[in-house]
């Protein structure tokens, strides 16, 4: 096989045909095969096994049931089941336009690149296909943001926020791959110097469907960001960072309203440790979820912690307020800041930590199963 086009996919049912057909008409000649995979909620797998029955190429559909790490998470299960040593990644909403992939392709054939970055900020790209001059903005910012945390590895990339490229699976460690929604590319970039071709390619207008980016994936976005560069502690503190922030706007609501300040302390805290505990869960060790027993579970040793840290924080707050007369949001501040190792040491060590290690500190000749699935 020369070639594995990978397809994730997430209620994208409407793009599946027009899809198909243009990939069909571009690679005509080749010997490639299309690789959905799909995590979508509605008909788009059923869509998927009609519109292969009708094309003269193999396809295949690997269906995630639980989806993990996102469309990350959805490419990294393709490369691992692709059956060539190139894979083309792309998305499903013809966005990324089939027309190009013979260029990649070409760039590829010159035997000097790891991997074939199409891109809509070299000469002769557009990113045009963006909704609005504020995410033509954002894309731009991230990008910049982006290549100057990773100036080396980035070097010669102008695009590593794109998700359309060409990468020859030889060339990666997949089991080094650590991927948080969208941007399966900064991922493989960080994670290994590889040398880097580029080819232009206009943005297109999406073809049928509703967008996926939300604020949500922003937020997942600065996460990875922040976990490449500087590691799962950099990450808890972007999440603690904003979780004091929101504690502070709600303990200053709140004495604004009139309340005092310590109910109003209290308050903030409960509802920032509930918020805290979600974005740790779905951002910061949502890879060691897995292994780390129930939600519930979590949630219990999490609430109780920082209840118990709450209940120490709180007279320490009073005492920097009334014996240091310290003002009582400057003090709930630095209290915050002060709990902040603390807490991460606690999620990452004891939260988080996977079953199977505590298993095999009691019992260490029992061998506990993986729990992964993988339904195609």
């Known amino acids: 096989m020369e070639l594995t086009v990978i397809v994730p996919t997430f209620n994208e049912g409407p793009n599946v045909a027009e899809l198909l057909r243009r990939l069909g008409a571009s690679l005509d000649g080749r010997d490639f095969e299309v690789l959905f995979v799909d995590d979508s909620t509605d008909d788009t797998p059923d869509i998927i096994r009609v519109v292969s029955g009708t094309v003269d190429f193999p396809v295949r559909l690997i269906r995630r049931d639980a989806p993990v790490a996102g469309l990350g998470g959805a490419v990294l299960e393709g490369l691992r089941a692709a059956d060539s040593r190139w894979c083309l990644v792309m998305d499903g909403d013809l966005q990324h336009p089939p027309e190009d992939i013979p260029r990649m392709l070409d760039r590829a054939a010159v035997?000097?690149?790891?991997?074939?970055?199409?891109?809509?900020?070299?000469?002769?790209?557009?990113?045009?296909?963006?909704?609005?001059?504020?995410?033509?903005?954002?894309?731009?910012?991230?990008?910049?943001?982006?290549?100057?945390?990773?100036?080396?590895?980035?070097?010669?990339?102008?695009?590593?926020?794109?998700?359309?490229?060409?990468?020859?699976?030889?060339?990666?460690?997949?089991?080094?791959?650590?991927?948080?929604?969208?941007?399966?590319?900064?991922?493989?970039?960080?994670?290994?110097?590889?040398?880097?071709?580029?080819?232009?390619?206009?943005?297109?207008?999406?073809?049928?469907?509703?967008s996926k980016a939300t604020f949500t994936q922003g937020i997942r976005f600065l996460t990875q960001l922040a976990m490449l560069r500087f590691g799962r502690m950099s990450a808890f503190a972007l999440v603690g960072g904003i979780g004091a922030i929101a504690n502070l706007v709600i303990m200053w609501g709140l004495i604004r309203l009139g309340m005092d300040y310590i109910p109003a302390a209290i308050i903030a805290s409960e509802v920032t440790i509930i918020g805290n505990f979600l974005l740790l869960e779905y951002l910061v060790f949502s890879d060691m979820r897995a292994g780390s027993g129930r939600m519930r579970t979590r949630f219990i040793k999490s609430f109780a912690f920082n209840n118990v840290e709450a209940i120490i924080r709180i007279p320490l707050l009073a005492v920097l307020v009334q014996g240091a007369h310290i003002p009582s949001v400057l003090a709930a501040a630095i209290t915050l800041v002060a709990a902040f190792v603390v807490r991460f040491v606690y999620h990452a060590l004891?939260?988080?930590?996977?079953?199977?290690?505590?298993?095999?500190?009691?019992?260490?000749?029992?061998?506990q199963p993986s729990g992964r699935t993988l339904e195609s």
């Open 350 to 367: 004891w939260v988080y930590a996977p079953k199977r290690i505590a298993a095999a500190a009691a019992a260490p000749a029992v061998a």
């Open 111 to 210: 035997g000097d690149v790891d991997i074939v970055v199409a891109s809509r900020y070299v000469a002769g790209g557009t990113a045009g296909g963006l909704a609005n001059a504020t995410r033509t903005a954002v894309s731009r910012a991230s990008t910049a943001l982006t290549k100057s945390m990773f100036p080396r590895k980035l070097h010669g990339c102008t695009d590593p926020m794109t998700g359309f490229f060409l990468v020859d699976r030889d060339a990666l460690d997949l089991d080094a791959l650590r991927p948080r929604g969208f941007k399966i590319l900064l991922e493989i970039l960080a994670r290994r110097q590889l040398r880097i071709g580029e080819v232009p390619f206009a943005f297109a207008t999406r073809y049928a469907g509703e």
